[in-house]
């Protein structure tokens, strides 16, 4: 009996189907045969590619048209709110049913049951809690990106916005959460209306490439309890961390034959190799920042912490 809805999108390019594929078959060496109780729906604007490596799997595909694919932008530039989009499509297709929207550059680490299973009324799931707002411009401004929260928490402050006819005051002091995973219990497709509303006036008023994930994170820590899944899923968001990953990707299913990438032990042995070398090079590049902006005391913490991971694997958040 499925429960629940595991919900990608994927459009555009072989690298994008692929990252999709590979978290699919990642999700498969976990779940084994309980992977016959959720349903497994797949967005995309080409089926028959993802049915050569699938094709085997009980997916459920929404064809994206071109013309779907602008519907889903409601006249803005903001390619993110499809994301906003197809969670309310899998409300409205399945509505009695909860869902788990995961975005391609991911991965599953380990049994997902304690988060599939913990999906009840007043509790959501996103990927982390990453910082608060105000955190936000000093972090970004490692990046030259720093007038996008500045923008951002002009335009909320002091403001009140209206979330199921109620008003909510939202402040530099909330925080962002991660929405490469949302975890929805169904009763919170009322709120979607609510959840478009913030994504199109976050983003016309801060251009923030983040404003849907804004929009998840401000509503659902009002609203519910959040659960994160990151010590489930790995999100590997980072520009020069996907083009690692896409080449190992590109490289395994050049070489590997499919019954292979099905067996669960390989798959497990295969993404915790994957893991281990991302999370090396985010720290060298965390490093190289580090040093580059002449930060000596960061850029020791950080030769410590890519030291014990390599050699001894010992990880520091932090």
């Not at 060496?29 to 085997?56: C, Q, S």
């Not at 869902?99 to 007043?122: A, C, R």
């Not at 000093?138 to 909320?156: N, S, T, V």
């Not at 669960?264 to 590049?285: C, F, H, N, P, W």
Request: aromatic share 16%; glycine share 4%.
């Amino acid at each position: 009996m499925v429960t629940k809805n595991i919900v990608f999108l994927s459009y555009g390019n072989s690298t994008e189907y692929f990252r999709a594929i590979y978290c699919i078959l990642s999700f498969s060496a976990w779940m084994e045969d309980r992977i016959k109780t959720v349903r497994i729906i797949i967005y995309t604007d080409n089926p028959e590619f993802f049915e050569t490596y699938l094709g085997d799997f009980d997916i459920e595909f929404f064809p994206l048209s071109p013309a779907l694919l602008e519907d889903m932008l409601a006249g803005t530039n903001f390619i993110h709110r499809r994301k906003v989009a197809v969670i309310d499509m899998t409300f409205r297709n399945f509505p009695e049913e909860g869902l788990v929207f995961i975005d391609s550059d991911t991965f599953f680490m380990k049994d997902p049951k304690p988060i599939l299973d913990g999906l009840d009324e007043g509790v959501s799931l996103l990927h982390k809690r990453e910082y608060s707002l105000e955190e936000g411009i000093a972090l970004f401004r490692l990046f030259g990106q720093d007038q996008y929260p500045a923008d951002f928490i002009k335009y909320i402050t002091d403001r009140e916005f209206y979330i199921q006819d109620q008003p909510m005051v939202f402040s530099k002091h909330d925080y962002s959460w991660n929405s490469g995973v949302v975890g929805l219990n169904p009763q919170f497709a009322d709120y979607m209306t609510d959840v478009f509303t913030l994504t199109d006036v976050f983003y016309a008023n801060s251009e923030w490439f983040i404003s849907e994930q804004m929009a998840f994170s401000l509503i659902l820590q009002r609203t519910t309890h959040i659960r994160p899944a990151e010590n489930f899923i790995f999100h590997y968001w980072g520009a020069r961390q996907k083009i690692l990953v896409d080449r190992i990707i590109q490289k395994i299913f050049s070489q590997d034959m499919p019954d292979k990438l099905r067996k669960a032990g390989y798959m497990r042995s295969v993404t915790r190799k994957l893991q281990s070398l991302i999370e090396s090079d985010l720290i060298y590049e965390q490093l190289e920042i580090a040093v580059s902006q002449r930060n000596f005391n960061y850029s020791a913490k950080k030769v410590v912490q890519y030291f014990l991971l390599k050699f001894f694997n010992v990880k520091i958040r932090k």
